[in-house]
């Protein structure tokens, strides 16, 4: 059974750094991607950055660039999301998702992320 599992979400002052994980498990494949999705309230869900950890090819949108940072364990099958200088409008439930099967990260198109974690929060106060 493939498992999505991430963690390291809560509450940060504008400024903070926190830092979200997602562990993948349950496929045999190599060659998969990591994206990071976010909804804010009110707002449609939208992705932030991606990775293909085989070939680490990378991804932000300009949204997130210069301010987060993806990267992976590919010994642990987990991927990080570091995020630094934040602020209140980076307020939103973040989801990690996994398609399998890639050799590059190809962008934010839902439906071709296979497999979703259950989200987890992420408030920046002001």
């Known amino acids: 059974e493939v498992q999505v599992v991430e963690s390291g979400g809560g509450l940060v002052q504008t400024g903070g750094s926190l830092r979200l994980s997602c562990a993948v498990s349950g496929f045999p494949s190599k060659r998969y991607a990591i994206g990071w999705f976010r909804r804010a309230p009110g707002k449609e869900r939208k992705g932030i950055s991606c990775i293909s950890p085989s070939i680490e090819d990378i991804h932000y949108a300009d949204s997130v660039k210069g301010r987060f940072t993806i990267s992976s364990d590919n010994a642990k099958n987990t991927v990080y999301l570091q995020m630094n200088s934040l602020k209140p409008e980076d307020t939103a439930v973040y989801y990690c998702?996994?398609?399998?099967?890639?050799?590059?990260?190809?962008?934010?198109?839902?439906?071709?992320?296979?497999?979703w974690g259950q989200g987890t929060q992420v408030t920046v106060s002001s």
């Open positions: 998702a996994l398609t399998t099967g890639v050799y590059y990260c190809s962008g934010y198109v839902e439906y071709e992320y296979g497999y």
